[in-house]
C-alpha cells in the first residue's frame, strides 16, 4: 500500500474536483490521500466521500505559508479537526488576505495597462483561496498571455512588476496552530528551501516531521532529509505536491509513500490524544518515538500537556 500526502484541489490552486483526484489517484495504485490545499480545509468533505466511495483511506490536512527568520517555509497539517473553531477562523483571515494580494495584483497589472479585472480572477478560481496560479490562468483565458509560463515569467514571479509578496505567519504560531486543531506539523519540501539552518529550529519549536519524498526531490535529496529526519527524531512523509493541470502534466503518482509511514503517523496521532485525554495540568510526559521505523535518536521531554 502507498500513500501520497501533498496533494491540491479547486479548492485553492489545483485544478482537479476531489472527485478527479481520488480516481486519479486509485489509478495510480495509491490507497492513501492527504489534502493539503493552501490556507483552507473546504475540501476535506467532498474528499472524504469521494475516497470512500472507491475505498482510499482520507487524511484531512492543509498547507501554510510560514517564515523563520525572514526565510520562507510552507507547514502542511496532517490528521486536522476540520471544524476546529480557531483554525477555521485563522483559515478565513488567510483567505482575506489571499483575495486581497488578488486585487493588488490586478491593481498592478493594469497600471501596466493589461485590461484585467479582479471579478474575472475570482469567478475563475471559484474558491476562498485563491493564488497566482489563477491570475495566470484569468490571463491566458482573456487573451492577454498565450500561456501560463508567459503569465509568470511577464508578471507574477517573484520581482515581476505585478508580484506581490505573500503574507506568512510565523512558523512558530503554525505548527501551534496545527497542534491546536489536533494535526501533526509537517515541513513541506524541505529540498526546495535551501535552508537546512531551519530545521533544527523548528524541530525545538515542535516540528512532528519532514517531507522527505517529493515530485522534486532528488534521490540524493531524500536521502539527505531521511538523515536530517533520524538526526532531529522527526517523522517521514512525502508526497508529489500535484495541482492537476495547472502547469504541465500533473504530477500525482509521481511519489509513492510506503504506507509504514503513514502507521507511524497514525500512532503519534493517538499517542497524542491519549496523552491529551489523562493529562493534568502540571503532568509531564516524554516525546520520544518508540517506533521500530523511527530514529533512534531521543529528544528531552517537553513540558506537561503542551503538544510537541
Known amino acids: 500500500m502507498f500513500a501520497d500526502l501533498h496533494l491540491h484541489t479547486r479548492f485553492s490552486d489545483g485544478t482537479y474536483s476531489p472527485e478527479e483526484l481520488a480516481g486519479h489517484a486509485q489509478r495510480h495504485g495509491l490507497s492513501v490521500l492527504a ?8 475540501g476535506c468533505g467532498a474528499m472524504t466521500t469521494a475516497c ?27 490528521f486536522l479537526d476540520t471544524q476546529h473553531p480557531r483554525l477555521l477562523r485563522e483559515l478565513s483571515r488567510f483567505q482575506g488576505v489571499r483575495q486581497d494580494r488578488i486585487r493588488e495584483m490586478v491593481a498592478r ?8 479585472e479582479a471579478e474575472a480572477v475570482f469567478a475563475l478560481a471559484n474558491c476562498r483561496s485563491p493564488g497566482r496560479p489563477h491570475v495566470a490562468r484569468a490571463l491566458v483565458q482573456a487573451g492577454l498571455c498565450r500561456t501560463l509560463d508567459e503569465a509568470f515569467d511577464r508578471f507574477l514571479k ?30 513541506a519540501h524541505p529540498g526546495l528551501n535551501h535552508n537546512d539552518r531551519l530545521i533544527p529550529h ?10 522527505c519524498y517529493h ?20 517523522l517521514v ?10 502547469r504541465g502534466r500533473p504530477l500525482i503518482g509521481s511519489v509513492h509513500l510506503p504506507y509504514k509511514y503513514v502507521v507511524i503517523l497514525k500512532e503519534r496521532v493517538a499517542q497524542r490524544k491519549s496523552r491529551s485525554a489523562a493529562c493534568t495540568p502540571n503532568a509531564s510526559r516524554p516525546d520520544t518515538p518508540t517506533h521500530p521505523l523511527l530514529p533512534s535518536a531521543t529528544k528531552p521531554p517537553p513540558p506537561s500537556c503542551a503538544v510537541a
Request: glycine fraction near 10%; hydrophobic fraction near 45%.
Open 35 to 42: 489534502l493539503t490545499d493552501h490556507d483552507s480545509v473546504e
Open 52 to 78: 470512500a466511495r472507491l475505498g482510499l483511506e482520507f487524511i484531512a490536512g492543509v498547507e501554510l505559508t510560514a517564515e523563520h527568520d525572514g526565510a520562507e517555509l510552507h507547514l502542511l497539517g496532517y
Open 109 to 116: 497589472l493594469n497600471h501596466l495597462r493589461v485590461p484585467l
Open 158 to 187: 517573484k520581482h515581476r512588476p505585478a508580484w506581490v509578496p505573500k503574507f506568512k505567519m510565523s512558523a512558530t504560531q503554525a505548527i501551534a496552530l496545527i497542534h491546536e486543531a489536533g494535526g501533526l506539523a509537517v515541513m
Open 202 to 211: 523548528m524541530a525545538e519549536a515542535g516540528l512532528d516531521g519532514l517531507e
Open 215 to 234: 515530485s522534486r526531490h532528488s534521490l540524493a535529496a531524500s536521502e539527505h532529509y531521511l538523515g536530517l529526519a533520524r538526526k532531529h527524531v522527526l
Open 237 to 246: 512523509t512525502g508526497g508529489s505536491d500535484c495541482h492537476g493541470m495547472n
